[in-house]
Nanobody, 127 residues
Framework: QVQLVESGGGLVQAGGSLRLSCAAS????????MGWFRQAPGKEREFVAA????????NYADSVKGRFTISRDNAKNTVDLQMNSLKPEDTAVYYC????????????????????WGQGTQVTVSS
């Protein structure tokens, strides 16, 4: 069982930065590939970034590549999303997710592949 709690969301002007953090509880965190997703009003939840179990592999949606960075600290049971050069179109509720997997070096991009989800944190970027 993994429980996830996101924090760090808020209101920021375009061009600004935010750092989201996801705190995980449960003994399986260090073996879980993790992901960040977002959902804007009226839209489906979409992939943002993912990181493999030990952090060796990272992948990003094209829309955030070069602006967002995902990282994890297995000793602290956290996974972070550093968001720079934010745009109004980044406005959404951001969710972290964990997948039960023992495969190393792999990231996952589909919502259906993840087993656990946090409740989300709102990010609003004003123009």
């Amino acid at each position: 069982q993994v429980q996830l709690v996101e924090s760090g969301g808020g209101l920021v002007q375009a061009g600004g930065s935010l750092r989201l953090s996801c705190a995980a509880s449960g003994r399986t965190f260090s073996t879980s590939p993790m992901g960040w997703f977002r959902q804007a009003p009226g839209k489906e939840r979409e992939f943002v970034a993912a990181i493999s179990r030990l952090g060796s592999t990272k992948n990003y949606a094209d829309s955030v590549k070069g602006r967002f960075t995902i990282s994890r600290d297995n000793a602290k049971n956290t996974v972070d999303l550093q968001m720079n050069s934010l745009k109004p179109e980044d406005t959404a509720v951001y969710y972290c997710a964990a997948k039960l997997s023992t495969v190393s070096g792999v990231t996952y991009h589909r919502t259906s592949e993840y087993n656990y989800w946090g409740q989300g944190t709102q990010v609003t970027v004003s123009s």
